[in-house]
């Protein structure tokens, strides 16, 4: 059981604060420059002060993708295993979150300077052979690092709860957190290997060239698991927050960690999926990791079932009749349920969308394409962001000891209505458009009027008018951070959910890391080692660095 905890150290909170403040921060950064490309890509601004499109891209995508969603992780999984682990961290835990809150930051700092010296137009994905400035790369590595001190941080911490608990089940809210790092690390190895061993010495003109595919190899093999990084912590707040929320018991505690025990097993030998047009690597190999990209179609329809299930187990319990009698018992007006309600409604369509991206004829007709970004702005922009939008409008007041208004839910549901209506025309523009033809990463062209793109041009304002929306959404969003951190003393908790009574307790080979990682390792071993050794074997002569911009 765990114990209903009034409030938090004050060492603690200020940890979280600052992961979570930091995260908006770079929200706030990265949707100007978002709302500027929609504009710019609707034909309706030019970029003032000799700003380029793709620099601007690059700003974006490192501050959404990579900056606001780790802090806002790192933030979160802290809270929570400080919740369900005795209500404190260790002083080593909490000082390893610092480090790596240091670390991070001074990469941030430097990455985000180079940028905007115009000195790492490269994009997020800094695919070779472009080529950025090696501060730009050891920035990279700062912030890889870090987030790797955090996670020795939840390691440790949790090594000592099960030293001092033995033969008990360790919290569902830290088995996930100890699920969601080690997935990451051993991601990040990938990221590490290709800018510490290829791209560093490269742009230091320690060598001429380098193997681009065994680069986006790398890159990618950290690359989905990236966008698992990103999910699984919003699959937290879904499995283990919001049936408490609403004021029921999770469905079952076993299937749910089942379900991040495949996350962990099929979310990295999967990259190839990223690259199905890539020339130089089999399709063999190709199709045996689409193959295992599918299998995570399993505890996909493993985490919906067992979403709605806990959803109409409660409302049964509290008298809804009918098939569907249930849906209105929900608590629609708590924005902590609204919120990521309405992430996990996105996701069905997100999810389906994934399983186009994946499938290799179907990728063909949409790489590239501003059907990709329509995408992810509904997985990462949505499902993820609106849930970690609603884990904020409880997670600042419990850190601080204070209390949500009810003008505070109706600012939140507000804000999540604008954001579904933004993004409704946004990201339904980009697929539309997509499906035309329309490419991603292009800044604005007719093409020399050429009649394709001149008909794609209705679309693309329709992807600026989404993301003014989605831009004032950003705007009310940091207002409503504001309000948060001045709300009235109180008390808020932070909601963690017990299984149901009649549910089946979880066996202790879940808890047997040696086992998943040794699965983990023998799929990473059968998916990547052969086109990898093909791809160094076989190496091409390598490409000198390419500045285009
Ligand atoms: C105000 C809200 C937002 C607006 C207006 C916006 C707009 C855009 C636009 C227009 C593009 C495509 C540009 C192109 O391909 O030429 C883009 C790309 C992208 N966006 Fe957003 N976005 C928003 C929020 C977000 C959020 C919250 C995330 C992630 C958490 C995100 C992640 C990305 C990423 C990763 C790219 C791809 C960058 C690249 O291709 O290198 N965006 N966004
Ligand atoms: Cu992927």
Redesign the pocket.
Known sequence: MIQNLKSFDRRDSALVLAHILFAFFA?FL??I???M??LV?GGMLALPMGIG?YQL??A??VL??LI??TYFIIGFLYAGVARTLGGRLLPIARNLGWLGFGLMTLGTAIATVEILLNRATV???FYAPLKASPAFYIALVFVVVGSWMSGFGIFINYRYWKKTHRGETTPIFTFMAVVTMLMWIIATLGVAIEVLFQLIPWSLGWVDTVNVVLSRTLFWYFGHPLVYF?LLPAYMCWYVVIPKVIGGKMFSDALARLSFIMFLLFSIPVGFHHQLMEPGISNVWKFVQVVLTFMVVIPSLMTAFSLFASFEMHGRSVGAKGLFGWLKKLPWKDVRFFAPFMGMLIFIPAGAGGLINASHELNAIVHNT?WV?GH??LT???S??LTFFGITYWLIPAMLGREMTPLMHRMGIIQTIVWMV?MFF?SGA?HTVGLLGS?????FTTYQDSADAVGWMPYHVA??I???I??I??VMMIINVVMLLSAPKGETEFPIAEASEAAEKSPAIFERWGVWVGVLVVLILVAYSVPVMDIISNASVGSKGFKTW
């Open positions: 929200l990265g949707g420059a978002g709302v490309q929609g890509r499109y891209l690059t974006h995508g959404m993708a606001f969603t994009l997020y994905t990103w501003l970004t992810f702005h990462v922009a949505t993820v962001a933004g946004m980009m490419p991603r990463r292009t800044a992807m600026a989404g993301g003014t989605l831009f959404g950003v």
